[in-house]
């Protein structure tokens, strides 16, 4: 699966990254041309931008899927998900219930969990007020380690299940004005190299996290435009991506064929 997606062109957008594979768990596919078949796929965020374009991808891929997104843009995730013959659940994912929900949603249980639900609420460090501050942790990461420890323990997410966060070239290099946001993506980095082992070895699922760079998408559209224009060119291609980029890199993550990869 590495290979094939590594000389695709569905990595375009990938440079300079080192993948490590280990000689465990390779898993196998049937039918390339829908890896997923057969599986069920849970993304977070997905009404729209990046999340929306994992969800397509993962229905091109075989999976069925299920779209989830807060209430408040029930009528957007309502859309994306019919476009896709998805399932859509509203709900916002901070909810203490929100695990017990996903579970009540998959009673045949869950093999692709992907965390891409994510906001920003930037502001300088000194000028940064605490609950900017605590509702960006919340959703970008303690509602990940939240779900994520509660899908695992109630045997919703199957043995041979593939767990993919989204992270951010924020919490590899950080950025200016956005220390919660980057806090936060650091974190997932942590809570991925930390899970990774201890789920592969006692549960057979592998945790993994995609740190993109700019992507277009709602929430850099709202970056003011010089700094939107600078965050385009700092990458090897000098263009922003597209959410396409990152749901393929994603998609290769959930591959069966990809439990070598973590
Ligand atoms: N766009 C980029 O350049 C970029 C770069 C790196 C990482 N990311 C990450 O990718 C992910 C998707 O970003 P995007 O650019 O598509 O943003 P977006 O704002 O277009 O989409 C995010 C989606 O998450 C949903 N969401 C927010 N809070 C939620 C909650 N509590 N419960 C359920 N859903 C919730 C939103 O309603 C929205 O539909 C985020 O985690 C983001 O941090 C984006």
Known sequence: ???????????????????????????????????LTGRTALVTGSARGIGAAVASVLARDGARVICLDVPQAEEELTRTADRLGAAALPLNITAPD??????????DGLDILVHNAGITRDRRLANMPA????????????????TTDALIKSGTLRR??????????????????????????????GLVRSLAPR???????????VAPGF?????????????REAG???????????????????????QPASGAVR
């Open 160 to 189: 041979g299940g593939r767990i993919v966060a989204t992270a951010s070239i924020a919490g590899i290099a950080g950025n200016n004005g956005q220390t919660n946001y980057a806090a936060s993506k650091a974190g997932i980095i």
């Open 215 to 227: 992507i277009e998408t709602k929430m850099t559209a709202a970056v003011p435009l010089f700094i």
């Open 1 to 35: 699966s590495t290979l094939r997606f590594l000389l695709s062109p569905r990595s375009a957008y990938i440079s300079g990254q080192v993948v490590e594979l280990t000689t465990d768990a390779p898993g196998e596919v049937a039918d390339w041309a829908a890896p």
């Open 232 to 254: 385009r060119r700092m990458n090897s291609l000098s263009q922003g991506g597209l959410p396409v980029d990152v749901a393929e890199t994603t998609a290769w993550f959930a």
């Open 131 to 146: 609950d900017r501050w605590a509702s960006v942790i919340d959703v970008n990461l303690d509602s990940v380690l939240r």
């Open 199 to 209: 789920a592969a070895a006692e549960h057979g699922i592998t945790v993994n996290a």
């Open 98 to 107: 929100a695990a017990d929900l996903i579970a009540a949603a998959v009673p």
